[in-house]
């Protein structure tokens, strides 16, 4: 393949401990790995297992302690702040709670011509580009002159999602960005990020605690425990046949819409934790 578009290598994140001479508490342990170009890699696991702190080193929100994060070939773990801001427009990102990410006191337009007025976007471009993002992202055109709270929780994760694409990144880093949505709602954005991508070939970091959801949209699945990856690879592999105990008590633990199979799946997991002392 060619080069990656996104290359972690050997990433480890120290948080200072609140504890006096107490030593760093390490989130990350030396995490590798990739993303290309119109690929959506899942990184999955559950609270405290690391992927959010990932995601956050990716966008220079957490301290990089030790590796690289290189982005088209060039090292941004380290990257001074000016450095960052010219990379605004190449990654952004998606949040997980709609009814805070977006500013309650601007109208969608605003929010939407935000980061174009930063750019120093014509006027008449801007106005264009916000057109395509409302029909890119399925708003109603009479969207632009409304406030975030007129909105459903779905819509405004629409909004979210038209804003991160904007500027026409490369990468977007989708912080658990449905897990705030009911299941129906939940499908219906996830088949919007796939069909963005289809349009854009935009590459997504994708982080979830729910397996499920990253089977139905990631080409490849990172399993993350205690701040490491234990599985990494073909994301219908990983995440129907898994191979580390840990995905395993994931896939079992993950709720489906047959209550038999449900059934099925409990016992199974009892089974497994049962089997490995758990």
């Known amino acids: ?4 578009l996104l290359d972690i290598q050997n990433v480890a994140v120290d948080y200072p ?6 030593r760093p508490f390490r989130a990350l342990q030396e995490v590798s790995l990739d993303v290309h170009r119109g690929e959506c890699v899942g990184l999955v696991g559950e609270s405290g297992s690391g992927k959010t702190t990932l995601g956050r080193a990716v966008l220079g929100l957490a301290p990089v302690t030790a590796g690289k994060i290189l982005f088209r070939g060039q090292d941004i773990a380290h990257a001074h702040r000016g450095r960052r801001r010219e990379l605004a427009a190449d990654i952004q990102v998606v949040f997980q709670d709609p009814y805070t990410s977006l500013n309650p006191s601007l109208t969608v337009e605003q929010i939407l011509a935000e980061p174009l007025t930063v750019r120093n976007t014509p006027r008449a471009e801007a106005q264009k580009r916000i057109r395509d993002l409302f029909e890119m992202v399925r708003l109603p055109a009479d969207a632009g002159s409304r406030l975030p709270r007129e909105f459903s929780g779905g819509q405004r994760q629409r909004i979210a999602i038209a804003r991160a694409l904007a500027l026409k990144p490369a990468l977007i880093v989708c912080d658990e960005p449905v897990s705030a949505l009911d299941l129906s709602t939940q499908a219906r954005v996830l088949e919007l990020f796939k069909d963005i991508q289809e349009q854009t070939h935009v590459a997504y970091l994708f982080v979830s605690h729910d397996l499920e959801v990253v089977r139905h949209i ?14 990494f690879g ?3 592999q990983v995440t129907a046949r898994p191979q580390h105990p840990y995905t395993q008590r994931l896939f079992f633990a993950a709720p489906i819409a047959d209550p038999d199979a449900q059934a099925q799946r409990r016992e199974e997991r009892h089974r497994l934790l049962a089997a490995q002392g758990a």
């Open 17 to 22: 401990s609140r504890r006096f001479r107490a």
């Open 218 to 231: 990631s080409h490849r699945v990172a399993v993350m425990y205690h701040g490491e990856i234990v599985e």
């Open 234 to 236: 073909n994301g219908d």
């Open 1 to 4: 393949m060619n080069e990656p």
